[in-house]
T-cell receptor
Framework: NAGVMQNPRHLVRRRGQEARLRCSPM?????VYWYRQLPEEGLKFMVY????????ESGMPKERFSAEFPKEGPSILRIQQVVRGDSAAYFC???????????????FGPGTRLTVT | AQSVTQPDIHITVSEGASLELRCNYS??????LFWYVQSPGQGLQLLLK??????LVQGIKGFEAEFKRSQSSFNLRKPSVHWSDAAEYFCAVGAYSSASKLNFGSGTRLSIRP
């Protein structure tokens, strides 16, 4: 059973370009979470999605950032017109659900390290 | 507001010595509590979790943690550390009423002295 997969693992973008980060949850998981880790800091929640729905985007910057989790395919975190401050590690996590305690455990992917030059 | 505090930024212990990493939380509801470990350049691996029941929980790699409601703490312990335990450790808290997100502490970097 493959774990959470993220690609690319490393992404370099020039200021003003777009960055697309992909996350494939574990098999059987329908809940996806995105977190951002700035250098020397802990992870900060960005957005929580279920298939075709954004459930909680309270941690998403108001502009330039968007996320989706379509019916088919991976979840995408999209950053438009990147700036140097967007340089960070972006982690995706998935869980099977939220109804039972055992379903609330989040499994993390290896992350995408975005560098904006 | 929810918050998680890991007061120790960096800890160094000798190989074979015991370890305790501190985690304090501020929550208005029953929390879910987790400890994750992150090796350099890697993702996060779950060490252990507390949802309810026995307040002393056992995890992988010989780690354990104890939930103390009166102290709002969930400290991570290991009786004897190994050089391979050198990593960054994160405490995280989730709300029972909202499973949408985890709040992470700022992390404790563990170094092992040979």
């Amino acid at each position: 059973n493959a774990g959470v997969m993220q690609n690319p693992r490393h992404l370099v973008r020039r200021r003003g370009q777009e960055a697309r980060l992909r996350c494939s949850p574990m098999k059987g998981h329908s809940h996806v979470y995105w977190y951002r880790q700035l250098p020397e800091e802990g992870l900060k929640f960005m957005v929580y999605l279920q298939k075709e729905n954004i459930i909680d985007e309270s941690g998403m910057p108001k502009e330039r950032f968007s996320a989706e989790f379509p019916k088919e395919g991976p979840s995408i975190l999209r950053i438009q017109q990147v700036v140097r401050g967007d340089s960070a590690a972006y982690f995706c996590a998935s869980s099977p659900g939220i109804l039972r305690d055992t379903e609330r455990e989040q499994y993390f992917g290896p992350g995408t390290r975005l560098t904006v030059t | 507001a929810q918050s998680v505090t890991q007061p120790d930024i960096h800890i160094t212990v000798s190989e074979g010595a015991s370890l305790e990493l501190r985690c304090n939380y501020s929550y208005g509801a029953t929390p879910y509590l987790f400890w994750y470990v992150q090796s350099p350049g890697q993702g996060l691996q779950l060490l252990l979790k507390y949802f309810s029941g026995d307040t002393l929980v056992q995890g992988i790699k010989g780690f354990e943690a104890e939930f103390k409601r009166s102290q709002s703490s969930f400290n991570l312990r290991k009786p004897s550390v190994h050089w391979s335990d050198a990593a960054e450790y994160f405490c995280a808290v989730g709300a029972y009423s909202s499973a949408s997100k985890l709040n992470f502490g700022s992390g404790t970097r563990l170094s092992i002295r040979p």
